[in-house]
T-cell receptor, first 111, second 114 residues
């Protein structure tokens, strides 16, 4: 059975801190790993990673995939209160039609 | 603007009642999905549809039904057989084919039991 595990499940940091969120997976015929941010209702897309070792960046957020270790990290530098959200990791496979999501990491950034 | 519209935002269900959640998209996407989100549980797949007039069960389909009569619409019915329906329901859509895994989400419907 495919599995996506995120850690930690929740995290509280102070504004300005750097955080690292983890996602590990066991998926048959892995195709890609995606990160989403869910602030209130609709998850919004952050990154899609298919190749190992290539970092994707968007402002203060970055992510990298390690296909050997079957994992990915999402880094947020100089955190702001607006970064408070649930961060969802999802994996797709060549033998499935829908994304398989982890439980999410709930991040709270305090002033 | 293209997007996915879910309605209503909030819904209350009485004991033994069937309720239907609406999902409409104007992104011209072939694939549509329904996920259920419970606190601390992430997103779990209920049903998905790759093409009009065809749909498949996801991991937690029991107590739910769907239809896909039009490309734009994928309504979800929560039946009285679903004993624990209180949750946040998210509809999503995507293109189909390789490298089209990216899902676009609606704003969700919060369903509660009276």
């Amino acid at each position: 059975e495919d599995k996506v595990v995120q850690s930690p499940l929740s995290l509280v940091v102070h504004e300005g801190d750097t955080v690292t969120l983890n996602c590990s997976y066991e998926v048959t015929n892995f195709r890609s790993l995606l990160w989403y941010k869910q602030e209130k209702k609709a998850p919004t897309f952050l990154f899609m990673l298919t190749s190992s070792g290539i970092e994707k960046k968007s402002g203060r957020l970055s992510s990298i995939l390690d296909k050997k270790e079957l994992s990915s990290i999402l880094n947020i530098t100089a955190t702001q209160t607006g970064d408070s959200a649930i961060y969802l990791c999802a994996v797709s496979s060549n033998s499935g039609y829908a994304l398989n999501f982890g439980k999410g990491t709930s991040l709270l950034v305090t002033p | 603007d293209g997007g996915i519209t879910q309605s209503p935002k909030y819904l209350f269900r009485k004991e033994g009642q069937n309720v239907t959640l609406s999902c409409e998209q104007n992104l011209n996407h072939d694939a549509m999905y329904w996920y259920r989100q419970d606190p601390g549980q992430g997103l779990r797949l209920i049903y998905y549809s790759q093409i009009v007039n065809d749909f498949q069960k996801g991991d937690i389909a029991e107590g739910y039904s769907v239809s896909r009569e039009k490309k734009e619409s994928f309504p979800l019915t929560v039946t009285s057989a679903q004993k624990n329906p209180t949750a946040f329901y998210l509809c999503a859509s995507s293109k189909t084919g390789p490298s089209n895994e990216k899902l676009f989400f609606g704003s969700g419907t919060q369903l509660s039991v009276l």
